[in-house]
Each structure stands twice: as C-alpha cells, then as structure tokens.
C-alpha cells in the first residue's frame, strides 16, 4: 500500500508543479491558461477522483459520478493547489491508516443515455486507477502549457513504464 500511497503523491506533484509554475505567470496568462483553455477543468476532476475514493474509503463504496463542477478549484489555479496539498497530506496519514480491503465501485459507462455500473474492485487497484488517471492528465496540462511556450518539468505526464523504458535506453 505504502508504494501506491507514494506512487500517487509522485504523479500528483506532476500538477502541483505545473500550478506553481503558473504562480509565477502574469494573471492575465495563468487565468488565459487555467480558465479559458481548460486546465482548471482537469486540474479538478483529478481531484474530484481522488476525493471519491478518499471519502469511499470508510463505506467501502467508490462513486465516480459524484463531481464538484463549477467549484473555485475549477477556476482560480491558488485553490486547486491548495487542495491537491490538502489531499496529499490525506495520503501521507492514509499511509498509517489504510489497508487494502474490497471496495464497490459506481461509474457511469454510457455517453448516450444515463447508465451506472457497479462492480467490485479494491482500494490499491483503485490507487492504481488514481495514478495513471493523474499522470493521463497530467500530460494533457503539459500539452496545454507548452503550446502555450509555459516551461514545465521534463517528464510530465510520462506514464512510469514509459519512464523505465527511457532510463533502460539510456544506459
């Protein structure tokens, strides 16, 4: 559990890194990229996953579908931050607390029409989920940012077999 609870930190501090690079940005620029190219939209719903398992974790039961769409973690970049430091510190006391146990997930399947599946998981597949669901979007920020010529970190966004493949070819 403790190398997934890590896991997950790593790929998080993907997009805190990002947010506090935009810190650094007039605000004009950082609302132009936060607010009007969508990345306050996926900046929020990583955290609205992280937030569905974190409160599924005492009923045992994961709802994806539950979302905080039009929040200020959606639209001012200071806020997202301050809840993805907020969640990690939930991961770092989850790392003494937390066991794998059987979880219930619920997720809409359907884009057409409104339809829920529920099936059984665990929580470290579901950490699991939140790390490569983190790291997904993470390179779709990255993409925003350097197409908007915004320097981010090397790596982001690189899933972490893409990684090990990389420092293989390496040496």
């Known amino acids: 559990m403790k190398l997934l609870l890590d896991s997950l930190t790593l790929s998080l501090s993907q997009i805190s890194a990002i947010l506090e690079q935009l810190q650094l940005l007039s605000k004009d620029k950082r609302n132009y990229l936060y607010q009007d190219l969508n990345i306050g939209n996926h900046v929020r719903h ?93 390179a779709h920020i990255g993409l925003i940012c350097k197409h908007q010529e915004v320097e981010i970190p090397l790596h982001t966004g690189m899933a972490p077999c893409t990684m090990s493949f990389l420092r293989t070819s390496i040496n």
């Open 46 to 138: 990583v955290i609205d996953h992280c937030i569905a398992v974190k409160d599924g974790i005492s009923s045992g039961r994961i709802d994806y579908n539950n979302r905080n769409r039009g929040t200020h973690i959606e639209s001012k970049s200071q806020q997202a931050l301050n809840a993805l430091n907020e969640f990690a510190k939930w991961v770092n006391n989850c790392e003494q607390n937390c066991t794998d146990k059987e979880m219930l997930i619920k997720s809409e399947i359907d884009c057409l029409q409104t339809r829920n599946q529920e099936f059984k998981s665990s929580l470290s597949r579901e950490l699991l989920y939140l790390i490569n669901h983190t790291i997904h979007h993470a």
